[in-house]
């Protein structure tokens, strides 16, 4: 029986086959490195990496595409902004449904620069009041964080709102949309968002390895590396011009190559088609799960708007041993634990045991998902 993929919010899966055609024929024919040479393939990939920041622009309407810095993923993107925008004695302000790749630099730098972290609560489905970040933000705020999506929950919190606020009060916004790009329709500027931070690897459809960073025009980060980028080679200081001040070293070429292949793909299907189809199926999880005994899903209601995460408990048994289960029993793959956000999982009540996370994709299907809902269904019946 072949595997039921229910864990796109880690990592999509499958590819369209664009991307796999981009990275094999950029491996065959011109996998040279970008920007550190004059040669016809060295100009090509360097010409790819390119196209790839136009198509991202586009997709998150950034007005110049050297405002992209590619990372290795999210979790870099989001280490060069926080790392390279806090300074000592600092106020930061951000949610209790923050990933760990947020948390972790923060309370690294509260250790190491003195600086001050507010987490702001969500409720039990990890909807977020703004008026209590409105309350949190005092005159040392510095900046403003914020998951567009929850990755336990799939709750989609009020970026535009809160990029408006930071707008009243001189606040630079950091979005983590680790769960949005893609998926959700995402613009810079509309949002007032000033460093987004994303991969390449889930919702947009490209391969482990990719992501980067948007940084507004305005902003001037400290690089999270040091080194050579193929410009400025005589100047012992790092390159001052972007994209190339936040590059250092050679870059994931065949990755990209097959990234800008996954962004074109979104941006001929459009968000908003694959939200609605993604949104379908989790409504038909949620359904269905629901009306079994013992299963408890988390997050927003039925009906309301949400990414494609259902995240569940069944009974009182732990999440892992309900995953292990579909995987060796059902050949359904999901994620189980604490999923990098044990904030979010206090804000849920579900630290003593962890839960159940089933993320669905573009390519996810109806089959699929009747396959998940009988199957917890049968393992329902037997744990308790």
Known sequence: MQVAYF???????????????AMQQCMLEYAANPGRGSHQMAVRASRTLFETR???????????????????????????????????????????????????????????????????????????????????????????????????????????????????KGVAFLVDAAQSAGTLPIDVGRMGIHLLAFPGHKGLLGPQGTGGLYIDPELELVPLMHGGTGSQSEAIDQPTVRPDRYESGTQNTVGIAGLNEGVKFVLRETTEKIHKKEWEQTQRIMAGLMEIEGVKVLGPDLGQNKTGIVTFTVHEADSSEIAFILDHSFQIAVRSGYHCSPLAHESAGTMERGAVRASVGYFTSEEEVDRLIAAVKEIAKHVK
Not at 8 to 17: I, M, Q, T
Not at 70 to 79: G, V, Y
Not at 85 to 107: A, I
């Open 54 to 168: 136009k198509s991202l622009a586009k997709l998150f309407a950034v007005k110049n595409p050297n405002d992209i810095s590619f990372a290795q993923n999210t979790t870099m993107a989001l280490n060069q902004a926080i790392l390279g925008f806090v300074k000592d004695g600092d106020h930061v302000v951000c949610t209790s449904v923050e990933h760990n790749s947020v948390r972790r630099p923060l309370e690294f730098l509260k250790k190491t620069k003195g600086i001050s972290v507010t987490y702001v609560a969500t409720n039990e489905k990890g909807e977020l009041n703004i008026d209590d970040v409105a309350a949190a933000i005092t005159t040392n705020t510095k900046l403003l964080v914020c998951s567009h999506s929850s990755n336990l929950l799939g709750s989609i919190l009020p970026v535009e709102q809160m990029g408006e606020l930071c707008r009243q």
């Open 7 to 21: 864990d796109h919010a880690a990592s999509s899966w499958p590819k369209p086959p664009e991307v796999l055609e």
